[in-house]
Protein backbone atom coordinates (compact mmCIF):
# COMPACT_ATOMS: atom_id res chain seq x y z
CA UNK A 1 0.00 0.00 0.00
CA UNK A 2 1.01 3.79 -1.15
CA UNK A 3 0.61 6.91 0.01
CA UNK A 4 0.98 9.68 -2.85
CA UNK A 5 0.06 13.78 -2.08
CA UNK A 6 -1.56 15.03 -5.18
CA UNK A 7 -2.30 18.55 -3.90
CA UNK A 8 0.20 20.07 -1.43
CA UNK A 9 -2.26 23.04 -1.10
CA UNK A 10 -3.99 23.89 1.85
CA UNK A 11 -6.31 21.61 2.31
CA UNK A 12 -3.55 18.72 1.70
CA UNK A 13 -5.37 15.88 -0.48
CA UNK A 14 -3.51 12.25 -0.55
CA UNK A 15 -4.30 9.39 -2.84
CA UNK A 16 -3.89 5.84 -0.96
CA UNK A 17 -3.22 3.06 -3.38
CA UNK A 18 -3.76 -0.91 -2.43
CA UNK A 19 -1.89 -3.57 -4.36
CA UNK A 20 -5.14 -4.25 -6.68
CA UNK A 21 -5.23 -0.44 -7.65
CA UNK A 22 -7.73 0.54 -5.71
CA UNK A 23 -7.65 4.19 -4.74
CA UNK A 24 -9.32 5.89 -1.45
CA UNK A 25 -8.91 9.53 -1.00
CA UNK A 26 -7.66 11.55 2.22
CA UNK A 27 -8.08 15.03 2.65
CA UNK A 28 -6.46 16.29 5.58
CA UNK A 29 -8.46 19.20 6.50
CA UNK A 30 -12.04 18.90 5.39
CA UNK A 31 -13.61 21.68 8.16
CA UNK A 32 -10.57 23.24 8.45
CA UNK A 33 -9.47 22.38 11.25
CA UNK A 34 -6.60 20.53 12.70
CA UNK A 35 -8.68 17.44 14.59
CA UNK A 36 -10.57 15.85 11.99
CA UNK A 37 -9.57 14.16 8.12
CA UNK A 38 -11.84 12.46 5.74
CA UNK A 39 -11.49 9.18 3.60
CA UNK A 40 -13.39 9.20 0.00
CA UNK A 41 -14.23 5.68 -1.68
CA UNK A 42 -13.92 4.43 2.01
CA UNK A 43 -16.30 1.33 0.54
CA UNK A 44 -13.19 -0.25 -0.93
CA UNK A 45 -12.03 -1.15 2.75
CA UNK A 46 -14.75 -3.46 2.63
CA UNK A 47 -12.63 -5.65 -0.07
CA UNK A 48 -9.11 -5.50 2.23
CA UNK A 49 -7.64 -8.32 4.42
CA UNK A 50 -7.31 -7.92 7.71
CA UNK A 51 -3.70 -7.24 7.56
CA UNK A 52 -4.41 -4.53 5.14
CA UNK A 53 -7.24 -2.95 7.53
CA UNK A 54 -4.40 -2.65 9.91
CA UNK A 55 -1.53 -1.20 7.22
CA UNK A 56 -4.08 1.37 6.01
CA UNK A 57 -5.60 3.03 9.43
CA UNK A 58 -1.47 2.93 10.44
CA UNK A 59 -0.35 4.41 7.20
CA UNK A 60 -2.70 7.49 7.04
CA UNK A 61 -2.09 8.15 10.70
CA UNK A 62 1.90 7.91 10.59
CA UNK A 63 1.01 10.31 7.76
CA UNK A 64 -0.90 12.91 9.07
CA UNK A 65 -0.63 12.43 12.65
CA UNK A 66 -4.81 12.86 13.21
CA UNK A 67 -7.12 9.81 14.37
CA UNK A 68 -10.26 11.78 14.14
CA UNK A 69 -11.91 10.77 10.39
CA UNK A 70 -15.58 11.72 9.07
CA UNK A 71 -16.60 8.16 6.67
CA UNK A 72 -19.14 8.85 4.14
CA UNK A 73 -20.53 5.42 2.72
CA UNK A 74 -23.19 3.88 1.27
CA UNK A 75 -25.67 2.00 3.76
CA UNK A 76 -25.32 -1.07 2.28
CA UNK A 77 -21.37 -1.21 2.13
CA UNK A 78 -21.36 0.41 6.03
CA UNK A 79 -21.61 -2.70 7.92
CA UNK A 80 -19.19 -4.86 6.05
CA UNK A 81 -16.61 -1.92 5.98
CA UNK A 82 -17.25 -1.03 9.84
CA UNK A 83 -16.78 -4.89 10.79
CA UNK A 84 -13.17 -4.45 8.94
CA UNK A 85 -12.90 -1.17 11.21
CA UNK A 86 -13.96 -2.35 14.14
CA UNK A 87 -11.22 -3.64 15.79
CA UNK A 88 -9.00 -0.39 15.61
CA UNK A 89 -11.99 2.23 16.50
CA UNK A 90 -12.33 3.89 19.67
CA UNK A 91 -15.68 5.34 19.12
CA UNK A 92 -17.71 6.10 16.32
CA UNK A 93 -20.71 8.41 15.87
CA UNK A 94 -23.23 7.97 12.37
CA UNK A 95 -26.39 9.63 10.68
CA UNK A 96 -27.99 8.20 7.78
CA UNK A 97 -29.25 10.62 5.23
CA UNK A 98 -30.30 10.17 1.92
CA UNK A 99 -27.91 11.53 -1.26
CA UNK A 100 -29.80 14.13 -2.69
CA UNK A 101 -28.27 14.03 -5.96
CA UNK A 102 -28.47 9.94 -6.47
CA UNK A 103 -31.16 9.12 -4.02
CA UNK A 104 -29.05 6.21 -2.57
CA UNK A 105 -29.56 5.74 1.58
CA UNK A 106 -25.90 6.93 3.37
CA UNK A 107 -24.27 6.48 6.35
CA UNK A 108 -22.11 9.41 7.23
CA UNK A 109 -19.81 8.44 10.39
CA UNK A 110 -17.46 10.54 12.84
CA UNK A 111 -14.69 7.95 13.64
CA UNK A 112 -12.35 8.02 16.33
CA UNK A 113 -9.54 5.54 15.86
CA UNK A 114 -7.42 3.97 18.41
CA UNK A 115 -3.67 5.38 18.22
CA UNK A 116 -1.62 3.02 16.25
CA UNK A 117 1.37 5.02 16.25
CA UNK A 118 1.80 6.02 19.68
CA UNK A 119 -0.08 3.75 21.52
CA UNK A 120 0.03 0.58 19.57
CA UNK A 121 -3.63 0.92 19.58
CA UNK A 122 -4.32 0.16 22.91
Given at each position: MEIKC???EY?????IRDNS????ILNVSPFSNCQTASLGHAGAIKHFS???????????????????YVVD??????????????PYIEWEKSIEYVNSNTGSPMILSLIKFKDLINNNGT
Open positions: ILNPKVHEGTIIPAEVYEFIKLIQDTIRKTQLLECDQSRVMDKLN
